[in-house]
């Protein structure tokens, strides 16, 4: 049950219309928030925004700055501030390197990377207005360690980690606070069970049932991650009960990943 932790705070969910970003933005609103969900496939963020308490949905593109300029705009019209981002909108495209098309590992880079700070910009300057608020990227533990063919989305998410340090340091004097979460594998989520097992299994010649097992063995814990996981560390950072850490990139691992 919830505590309803971030009681009144307004929050920004990008990427929210399926699987963890559907699962964090309940959770947000479990906990007293107030969402504006900002994702690209606009019927299913609708869908979600409507199962919630008090929320919208508009259609968001991060890579367009307009785009995401116009998110930002409809949470402080509607109201009134800006209090927590969590930057989630994020693709996978895995592939070996001398056959990875180009173009997919750019478009990698630009959702996951230049994605996240074109809603990090945009959200950092309503936040300066208030000298307050916390921004969350829903980053990887491949952000902390090579992913065998996946350059494109571990260069994504090690390139995020230096974005939210450099952020931090940037608006620290501001009391606007900017972390990230590293989930380990979210072997239960559509992602793994709809696309990625079949993706790496293909890539790695093996079936999918024993890339499962080779993911939960590389775990001290023995189990998956959960979107549960994910969302108590995010409410944790989205709160004052954080409030004097920003910079960190904290692992959501089960001891995966320990640095």
Avoid: H
């Amino acid at each position: 049950m919830s505590c309803q932790t971030l009681q009144g705070k307004v929050a920004i969910i990008t990427g929210a219309a399926q699987g963890l970003g559907e699962a964090l933005a309940k959770r947000l609103d479990n906990e007293g928030c107030k969402l504006v969900i900002g994702d690209i496939n606009i019927e299913k963020a609708e869908v979600v925004a409507n199962s919630l308490d008090d929320a919208y949905a508009i259609k968001t593109d991060v890579t367009d700055e307009q785009s995401v300029e116009a998110l930002m705009d409809l949470a402080v019209e509607k109201f009134g501030k800006i209090d927590i981002v969590v930057c989630n909108a994020a693709v996978v495209v895995a592939g070996d390197t001398p056959t990875f098309d180009v173009s997919k590992w750019q478009f990698v880079i630009n959702v996951n990377l230049l994605g996240y700070f074109i809603t990090a910009k945009c959200a950092s300057k309503r936040m300066l207005n208030n000298d307050k608020g916390s921004i969350i990227q829903i980053n990887s533990k491949s952000g902390k360690k090579g992913s065998y063919k996946n350059s494109a989305y571990a260069a994504s998410k090690f390139g995020g980690i230096g974005l939210t340090q450099s952020l931090a340091l940037e608006f620290a004097e501001n009391n606007i606070r900017v972390n990230a979460i590293c989930p380990g594998n979210l072997l239960n989520s559509p992602l793994w069970t709809n696309s990625l097992f079949k993706q790496y299994a293909a890539n790695q010649g093996i079936s999918e049932e024993e890339v499962r097992a080779k993911y939960i063995n590389q775990v001290p814990m023995k189990r998956s991650c959960e979107y549960d996981d994910v969302a108590n560390l995010m409410v944790f950072l989205a709160s004052d009960l954080s409030s004097y850490i920003t910079g960190q990139a904290m692992n959501v691992t089960g001891g995966q990943q320990m640095g």
